[in-house]
T-cell receptor, first 117, second 116 residues
Framework: ETGVTQTPRHLVMGMTNKKSLKCEQH?????MYWYKQSAKKPLELMFV???????ENNSVPSRFSPECPNSSHLFLHLHTLQPEDSALYLC????????????????FGAGSRLTVL | AQKITQTQPGMFVQEKEAVTLDCTYD???????LFWYKQPSSGEMIFLIY????DEQNATEGRYSLNFQKARKSANLVISASQLGDSAMYFC?????????????WGLGTSLAVNP
């Protein structure tokens, strides 16, 4: 496989459930990102990892818990979510971290569509 | 304050014609980069084109070109010879290169429909 792969593509969960989103990149990139995409809002950066170390957490509620065991894998653990957390969650990777200037192009996965009931 | 403005929520174009998608930005930095991404209904954001603020020539990538007007702070995307597969959401984004916070700032997107 090439590129950035996200699983599952669709997830429906209750507010008391615990689930995880998975992201895997086969590009040899050093940085990985979680974004939230909601209708009528700009893309929201949630977390950034550079070389497995978390470098950004943009005031994300603690019910979202990221994990980056290595440079190729990124998880987003979900627990006690709210209906307003329903959105498309996009994973991305790049050669360098978000503090790099220039054309540090992000490569995105196809997203995980989350619905919280 | 919103830093990326895409004023066209939706656009239509006839197949094989050219279309311009608008993007204006706001920054006080001299060094920054501008990006366009395409998001088809499948969900994946696809990088199209990049323009650096110090690049003297407009960026081009195949059928995509970026009409960069620095004084007007606009970075419009031009798609030539539209194809049915160009139907998608298009997002403009900016990264300021100064300071420690260099995350991408995104617009709300423009939905493009290509008619046969």
């Amino acid at each position: 496989e090439t590129g950035v792969t996200q699983t599952p593509r669709h997830l429906v969960m209750g507010m008391t459930n615990k689930k995880s989103l998975k992201c895997e990149q086969h590009l040899g990139h050093n940085a990985m990102y979680w974004y939230k995409q909601s209708a009528k809002k700009p893309l929201e950066l949630m977390f950034v990892y550079n070389f497995k170390e978390q470098t950004e957490n943009n005031s994300v509620p603690s019910r979202f818990s990221p994990e980056c065991p290595n440079s190729s894998h990124l998880f987003l653990h979900l627990h006690t979510l709210q209906p307003e957390d329903s959105a498309l969650y996009l994973c991305a990777s790049s050669q360098s971290g978000s503090h790099s200037s220039g054309a540090n192009v992000l490569t995105f996965g196809a997203g995980s569509r989350l619905t919280v009931l | 304050a919103q830093k990326i403005t895409q004023t066209q929520p939706g656009m239509f174009v006839q197949e094989k014609e050219a279309v311009t998608l608008d993007c204006t930005y706001d920054t006080s930095d001299q060094s920054y980069g501008l990006f366009w991404y395409k998001q088809p209904s499948s969900g994946e954001m696809i990088f199209l084109i990049y323009q650096g603020s110090y690049d003297e020539q407009n960026a081009t990538e195949g059928r995509y070109s970026l009409n960069f007007q620095k004084a007007r702070k606009s970075a419009n995307l031009v798609i030539s010879a539209s194809q049915l597969g160009d139907s998608a959401m298009y997002f403009c984004a900016m990264r300021e290169n100064a300071g420690n916070n260099r995350k991408l700032i995104w617009g709300l997107g423009t939905s493009l429909a290509v008619n046969p």
